[in-house]
């Protein structure tokens, strides 16, 4: 791990923020894709099968083996599933762990339930103004952040791509 030497809670960068935050506002999108592979992946294989997605996966090759590129794109949508499955159960268990009540709320508020800002503030409009609501959103993403360096997901983040 990279931590210091003794460091009991190591704190993100700004690179692994930056990072969370992209992963925080593709979370509603992975679950929706997650779900669709989840209740439709028959129709999908077969698709890939049947259809010419598999016949022209690489747009070089003049006559593709329609059967073998239908398992790669079988096999890369599996793999696309089990990735978007670790994150986004990564990401629960970090949100999870967000001590503060108002800034759990604003987070799952906007990336959980995958609302813009607008309709967070609009939401919240009663207790807290925009700028504490931003400034909650950001202490979430800071603490889901600091879990997530915290559990070593950057870590292998980092060494798989």
């Known amino acids: 791990m990279a ?5 009991l809670f190591p704190v993100a960068n700004e690179a692994e923020i930056q990072r969370t935050k992209f992963l925080l506002g593709k979370y509603k999108s992975m679950r929706l894709l997650m779900d669709d592979y989840e209740n439709n992946t028959q129709d999908m294989q ?3 099968i049947d259809g010419e997605v598999a016949r022209r996966i690489d747009s070089d090759e003049l006559h593709a083996d329609k059967a073998a590129n239908a398992v790669i794109l079988i096999e890369k949508q599996r793999w ?3 990735k978007y ?3 986004t159960g990564i990401i629960i268990r970090a949100v999870g762990l967000i001590q503060d009540e108002d800034s759990l709320g604003a987070i799952k ?3 959980i339930k995958g609302h813009s800002f607008k309709e967070t503030v609009l939401f919240y409009r009663c207790g807290m103004s925009d700028s504490t609501i931003r400034r909650k959103i950001s202490e979430g993403t800071n603490s ?3 879990t997530l360096k915290l559990i070593g997901f ?3 983040d ?3 791509f």
């Open 109 to 111: 508020h906007r990336y």
């Open 85 to 87: 499955q670790l994150y």
């Open 46 to 48: 077969m698709i890939a």
């Open 144 to 146: 889901i952040a600091n």
């Open 154 to 156: 950057f870590e292998q």
């Open 158 to 160: 980092n060494a798989e």
């Open 80 to 82: 696309v599933y089990e």
């Open 3 to 7: 931590w210091g030497q003794c460091e």
